[in-house]
């Protein structure tokens, strides 16, 4: 039987919802977890990044995936197009311990959500929640199912982790946008034998490769390493793999011959067989016009689900998780009120979605060829979080006036994508090497270091005679600060939200008001943002 009553309710047990139980948990909040399904089950979408491993850390769970076996992941190899060498992003270049994993998510999933048992939630596995009810007292109900029995639990807040079914979004507040560029369709399955690793006897070695379809097709291919196979799936636009389907026998040999357009990874499954049946799910990309409300927030896919590429699904589920849970601490500590609270998981998932989503199009502009107008899939209320994330990288001083007129902004961000495409094309070692050529200060370099534009590399390369090489690793060290890669917890701590930032010390998560004073760096006249009060 469920409690009658929780301070706060998640609905869903994958990795948004279990993080965010546990968060709450561990800060001594009365939190009840419902999963509808009965763990371990089944879940796509193996590969983490690097960035997963800092949240994790946060509810002590990081030596738990370290010792349970998963395949370590040392990076990513990215082959746009055949006339061009990989781009490969390695993960424990500067840092042997920034590596991420490659995981089986049913065992993943489980993992987390008995964390979240452990740190003190209340998990029910095979309950249903629905009929939410929001009142005006702050004391609002919804109704569970589980096994043969039903009832009403009443609760303060409620947090949507439930998925792709989103018994909020889309059920409640039927708020879902799709995206029309990113209407992919996925096919997949998993190999055994004698398969191939990407960079063998080097330290590449196990990352995972992706390559673009060659030959009239037009999508792309993973090839991820587990700890005992290998799972290799090919995503193309519902119209492409329409249209190749009709011409297939059945599904396996829809995936084979899809699948021959990616010849390096069949070079690698020459000596492998396939080991399970053959899959084929809707990949469409996807996201909520609200993230938040009095009492409400969606986290996970429940709220926004981006095209894989980027490996972006399990590290979006923990930033809306810890999101939606410091949100919730604030409004029970009284930092902020409940509006304020809410407002702030509303625009924190929003700018968390629309950056990958400009890595994810800008990736796909290099995968088509440039010939496709990904930029027109940009919703109007994205598009504007878009503009104010890119502003700095695109008008590089900060008393330019932004224009959100999408006819004068277009054109720019345009250009900002193809500038974002740095962080898939650039190595890490390449960057390496040219802070240490000694073509401009070391620190230009820095992580942490002043955002430079495009206009302002350029002519820094002038200034100096930086080789190109230099000027590539400047573009992607400095998209990728504007993108917030970087370590999360820095990022929630730092990053400044309608006036607020997050207050991560155990035992007082929550928010904090902070006082803007803009200021403009020195250097090259490049805006560097907002200093702090607090």
């Not at 629905?130 to 096994?147: G, I, K, L, Y």
């Not at 400044?496 to 928010?511: I, K, N």
């Amino acid at each position: 039987m469920l409690p009658p009553f929780a301070t706060v309710l998640v609905v869903g047990g994958g990795p948004a919802g279990s993080y965010a139980s546990a968060v709450l948990a561990q800060e001594g909040v009365d939190v009840v977890c419902c999963e509808a399904a009965h763990f371990p089950r089944y879940h796509i979408g193996e590969s983490l990044l690097a960035s997963v491993k800092a949240y994790l850390q946060m509810v002590d769970v990081v030596e738990k995936i370290d010792q349970h076996g998963f395949h370590p992941k040392v990076g990513s190899a990215i082959k746009f197009r055949p006339d061009r060498p990989e781009a490969y992003t390695g993960f424990i270049a500067v840092n042997p311990n920034n590596g991420a994993w490659n995981v089986d998510r049913s065992q993943f999933d489980h993992l987390l959500l008995n964390h979240a048992v452990e740190k003190g939630a209340k998990v029910f596995q095979g309950a249903r929640i629905s009929n939410v009810q929001f009142s005006n007292d702050n004391c609002h109900s919804a109704q569970w199912t589980r096994d043969d029995k039903t009832g009403v639990i009443s609760f303060n807040y409620i947090i949507d982790c439930s998925g792709r079914q989103g018994i909020l979004s889309t059920k409640l507040f039927r708020n879902r946008h799709f995206n029309q560029s990113l209407k992919n369709i996925a096919t997949w399955t998993y190999w055994k034998g004698e398969t191939g690793v990407y960079g063998r006897g080097t330290r590449r070695e196990g990352a995972i490769f992706i390559e673009g379809l060659v030959n009239g097709l037009k999508g792309w291919v993973w090839y991820i390493p587990l700890a005992d196979k290998v799972s290799v799936g090919v995503v193309m636009h519902e119209s492409d793999n329409t249209a190749l389907r009709r011409d297939s026998n059945d599904l396996k040999d829809h995936y084979m011959r899809a699948l021959s357009h990616s010849p390096d990874v069949m070079e690698m499954l020459k000596g492998a067989a396939i080991c399970d049946e053959i899959h084929m799910a809707s990949d469409y990309s996807y996201s909520a016009t609200k993230y938040a409300g009095p009492g409400w927030r969606l986290a996970g896919d429940a709220g926004a689900f981006i095209d894989p590429f980027f490996s972006s699904g399990v590290h979006l589920a923990l930033n809306g998780g810890l999101s939606s849970a410091i949100s919730v601490l604030a409004s029970i500590r009284k930092d902020v009120s409940e509006e304020a609270a809410a407002a702030y998981h509303d625009k924190k998932v929003s700018m968390a979605y629309t950056r990958f989503l400009l890595v994810v199009l800008s990736a796909y502009k290099q995968l088509r060829h440039q010939d496709a107008d990904v930029l027109s899939d940009v919703a109007s209320g994205d598009f504007d979080t878009a503009f104010d994330i890119m502003r700095p990288v695109i008008q590089g001083l900060g008393d330019v006036e932004a224009s959100h007129d999408r006819t004068l902004t277009e054109e720019a961000l345009e250009k900002t994508m193809d500038f974002v495409a740095s962080v898939l094309t650039t190595p890490f070692d390449e960057v390496a090497s040219a802070r240490e050529s000694g073509y401009v200060p070391a620190h230009l370099f820095d992580r942490n270091g002043d955002l430079l534009g495009p206009e302002q590399i350029a002519k820094l390369v002038t200034d100096t005679g930086a080789d190109e090489k230099t000027e590539r690793a400047l573009r992607s060290i400095n998209a990728r600060k504007t993108l917030k890669l970087y370590d999360p917890k820095s990022n929630f701590e730092n990053e400044e939200v309608l006036g607020m930032v997050a207050h991560l010390q155990r035992g007082s998560f929550g928010l904090r008001t902070v006082d803007l004073k803009p200021v403009v760096a020195s250097i090259s006249g490049v805006w560097v943002g907002h200093i702090q009060n607090i």
